[in-house]
């Protein structure tokens, strides 16, 4: 539903005296006073609500309240639906990885790509393997290349304390 901000305005809450006013076939009434615009609703057992109110003059239709608030759930509902929600992963590598742990970390990356999420790619140092940053940036830069063909780099390696690490996305986002 909609926020308590975006309140659908209805009748004589209305604050405009002056409303351009459109019938529930869509045709352009004209411009009327609200009062007007109220009594030409209610003859018609419907309701004036508000739907632009920063046009000039606002611009009321004469609606069912209830279907139209039915309406308006249904076509969130149907766009949060839609909606991709995009996860950050996070793998973690340490400089001295062998290759077959290289290869299954870089498999578990390619995979989260593939399924349209970020991956947070991290090189973790211990103790005197500080020393060896350029090993950590080596490691991130094997990942980019192998990974370029269905991700990018989405934020260059960064060392954050004892971690350095880079953000990766898939090429579609």
Same mark, same amino acid.
């Given at each position: 539903?909609?926020?308590?901000?975006?309140? +659908? !305005?209805?009748?004589?809450? @209305?604050?405009?005296?002056? *409303?351009?006013?459109?019938?529930?076939? /869509?045709?352009?009434? /004209? !411009?009327?006073?609200?009062?007007? $615009? &109220? %009594?030409?609703?209610?003859?018609?057992?419907? %309701?004036? +609500?508000?739907?632009? #109110?920063? $046009?000039? #003059?606002?611009?009321?239709? !004469? *609606? %069912?309240?209830?279907?139209?608030?039915?309406? *308006?759930?249904?076509?969130?509902?149907?766009?949060?639906?839609?909606?991709? &929600?995009?996860? &950050?992963?996070?793998?973690?590598?340490?400089?001295? @990885?062998?290759?077959?742990?290289?290869?299954?970390?870089?498999?578990? @990356?390619?995979?989260? *790509?593939?399924? /349209?999420?970020?991956?947070?790619?991290?090189?973790?140092?211990?103790?005197?393997?500080?020393?060896?940053?350029?090993? /950590?940036?080596? &490691?991130?830069?094997?990942?980019?290349?192998?990974?370029?063909? +269905?991700?990018?780099?989405?934020?260059? $390696?960064?060392?954050?304390?004892?971690?350095?690490?880079?953000?990766?996305?898939?090429?579609?986002?």
């Amino acid at each position: 539903m909609k926020n308590e901000k975006e309140k +659908i !305005i209805k009748n004589e809450e @209305i604050p405009f005296n002056e *409303l351009r006013v459109v019938d529930e076939e /869509g045709k352009v009434v /004209g !411009i009327m006073s609200k009062s007007a $615009a &109220i %009594d030409l609703a209610r003859s018609r057992g419907l %309701d004036l +609500i508000l739907v632009a #109110p920063n $046009a000039q #003059p606002p611009v009321a239709r !004469i *609606l %069912d309240y209830g279907k139209y608030k039915y309406e *308006l759930a249904k076509r969130e509902q149907k766009a949060k639906k839609n909606q991709k &929600i995009i996860e &950050i992963k996070e793998m973690k590598f340490r400089t001295a @990885i062998n290759e077959h742990d290289y290869q299954t970390k870089l498999k578990h @990356i390619r995979r989260f *790509l593939e399924d /349209g999420n970020k991956v947070k790619v991290t090189v973790m140092f211990r103790g005197r393997e500080m020393a060896f940053m350029d090993k /950590g940036k080596e &490691i991130l830069d094997r990942i980019a290349k192998d990974v370029s063909d +269905i991700g990018t780099v989405e934020k260059e $390696a960064k060392v954050e304390g004892r971690d350095m690490w880079m953000m990766l996305k898939p090429k579609n986002l």
